[in-house]
């Protein structure tokens, strides 16, 4: 597979449809999807089927799926990639819903996944679930609600898929932002791409973790690192878009020839305002969107849902060592069992930041209330599929009806407050 389109000299882009029938893989209706409230599974031929907590925004979501590669940079968990892949999720403001939601994970990567993520969220059921059958509330490419929106990078937890954001991404669209939500390959439990390469001969990519990265020292660090550097590349491709005038970004398309359909939909670039970017992240996630705040200032804002702000080894990140002078939302949870070795970089970024930090704390929770599981995780044990003790160690005891809108309300206020027009 080759790069479909040149931005500038160390960098391509490309942006990627899955195609309808890999779509259709899985893909269950929104109005299915809908009917039955958080906590009430299916089932299916597979398995459970679970259901995500619809947005309350105003405006449907419209979703793109973007392919990256930085050419300047080698694959840090792959010698045999001479680039930097990234698979991107964008979500955005749509005029209309269309007729079918887009699954919450690419059909292609949900073997790998169901296979792995019991691996690196021990407490998940092997077997039982139709992890396939889950629908998001996003719409593939549905027309772009035209207006200049607030654009905020979003970085998952460390091995886990971009996909697990998706409740989350889909809130923050429906009010009136785009989302960049941001695959880590060889990080990220399993990573679908629009194709092969020589270098990568399968369309799925699997992470290299076999365990918590933070336990390994070298391994975390390069994880941050990719992360970080992942991030700032991504809003440099964005700024370059940005900076491109309506003629010359129909001139750089028509290039593609066939490819034609890979650009991005009508109006998209447009109604991305890169004067206001926020970040947000959860756990490794949090942390590289922290620092991203410090290094970059394209970032105006971010929150850390969870994420160590030093390495493994011992060394404060920049971030911690020396403050930000830019709004950082630190939230985490009373049952996070990692809360006192976490403390020790928080408390630095908060001492050397004044006011610029804000902590808050969801009660009766644990670190996986910040993604999809918050929503899923009660739904498998009442099916039988977590026990009690199972669903603590990952989400907590919080009812989704509780734990979903506080996250929801408390990112969503945050990132919104600082990123106003001023």
């Known amino acids: ?55 309350t925004g105003p405006h449907p979501v419209g979703r793109h799926e973007l392919y990256l590669v930085d050419a300047s940079r080698r694959d840090p968990w792959s010698a045999k990639i001479p680039v930097r892949e990234l698979m991107l999720t964008l979500y955005y403001p749509a005029r209309e819903a269309g007729a079918q939601a887009a699954p919450q994970l690419p059909p292609l990567a949900v073997p790998l996944f169901a296979q792995l993520a019991p691996l690196g969220e021990p407490g998940l059921p092997s077997s039982g679930v139709d992890w396939a059958a889950t629908a998001s509330h996003s719409f593939l490419d549905a027309p772009v609600l035209p207006g200049r929106w607030p654009v905020f990078l979003h970085s998952p937890g460390g091995g886990d898929p971009r996909g697990l954001g998706t409740t989350l991404a889909e809130e923050l669209a429906s009010h009136g932002a785009v989302v960049v939500s941001v695959d880590h390959p060889g990080d990220a439990a399993a990573v679908q791409f629009p194709g092969t390469t020589p270098f990568r001969p399968e369309p799925v990519r699997a992470t290299v973790f076999r365990g918590d990265p933070r336990a390994q020292p070298a391994q975390f660090r390069t994880m941050i690192d990719t992360r970080i550097a992942d991030l700032r590349f991504v809003l440099d491709q964005l700024s370059v878009l940005d900076q491109l005038s309506v003629l010359d970004r129909l001139s750089v398309l028509d290039r593609l020839g066939d490819a034609a359909s890979l650009r991005l939909p009508e109006g998209l670039a447009a109604a991305m305002d890169l004067r206001r970017v926020g970040a947000y992240g959860h756990s490794a996630g949090g942390s590289a969107v922290t620092e991203v ?6 970032v105006r804002v971010a929150v850390n849902l969870e994420g160590f702000l030093d390495y493994a080894d011992g060394p404060l990140f920049p971030v911690a ?16 069992t990692f809360r006192a070795a976490l403390d020790v970089s928080w408390s630095a970024v908060v001492a050397h930041s004044g006011r610029a930090v804000r902590r808050a704390q969801l009660a009766d929770a644990n670190h996986y209330v910040f993604t999809d599981y918050a929503a ?40 919104s407050h600082h990123v106003a027009a001023r």
């Open 1 to 55: 597979m080759k790069p479909d389109l040149t931005l500038n000299r160390r960098t391509v882009i490309a942006s990627s449809l899955l195609g309808s029938a890999a779509l259709l893989l899985g893909t269950t209706g929104r109005a299915a999807a809908a009917a039955r409230p958080v906590g009430a599974a299916g089932a299916t031929a597979s398995g459970v089927d679970l259901t995500l907590p619809a947005p």
């Open 293 to 298: 705040l410090h290094d970059d200032r394209r």
């Open 321 to 336: 060592a020396e403050g930000t002078d830019r709004p950082l939302l630190l939230l985490g949870t009373d049952g996070c």
């Open 376 to 415: 899923m995780v009660p739904q498998l044990q009442a099916d039988g599929l977590v026990p009690a003790a199972g669903r603590a160690g990952l989400v907590g005891t919080v009812a989704p009806e509780v734990s979903v809108p506080e996250v929801r309300r408390a990112v969503r206020a945050f990132l």
